[in-house]
């Protein structure tokens, strides 16, 4: 059984940044793509990134491209997504979530991934 935990949300500037990291125990990051996915009040839970197993390809949407990267740190069995000149609309509970195979390509779609942390918030305001 996989169990993920996030940390690092909180309240920050518009144009701040925040590092969320997710740690993951009962199977390395070597078999487990992992995704970041958040849901804003009221709206659809949205895909943000995304990194293989290989950890070779990652994927972003296009409303952080350029903004965000996901990364990861083996050692710690921990993925992190770097947050920078965040945006109001950045707003919300941030989800990990990871499964085996996922190849990372085209939409981040939460159908492709079995387990999930339990999120944490994010808020960018002034």
């Known amino acids: 059984q996989v169990h993920l935990v996030e940390s690092g949300g909180g309240l920050v500037q518009p144009g701040g940044s925040l590092r969320l990291a997710c740690a993951a125990s009962g199977l390395s990051l070597d078999f487990l793509a992992v995704a970041w996915f958040r849901q804003a009040p009221g709206k659809k839970r949205e895909g943000v990134s995304c990194m293989t197993s290989s950890g070779s390809s990652t994927n972003y949407a296009d409303s952080v491209k350029g903004r965000f990267t996901i990364s990861r740190d083996i050692a710690k069995n921990t993925v992190y997504l770097q947050m920078n000149s965040l945006k109001p609309e950045d707003t919300g509970v941030y989800y990990c979530?990871?499964?085996?195979?996922?190849?990372?390509?085209?939409?981040?779609?939460?159908?492709?991934?079995?387990?999930w942390g339990q999120g944490t918030q994010v808020t960018v305001s002034s």
């Open positions: 979530a990871a499964d085996v195979g996922v190849r990372c390509w085209g939409d981040v779609k939460s159908d492709d991934y079995d387990y």
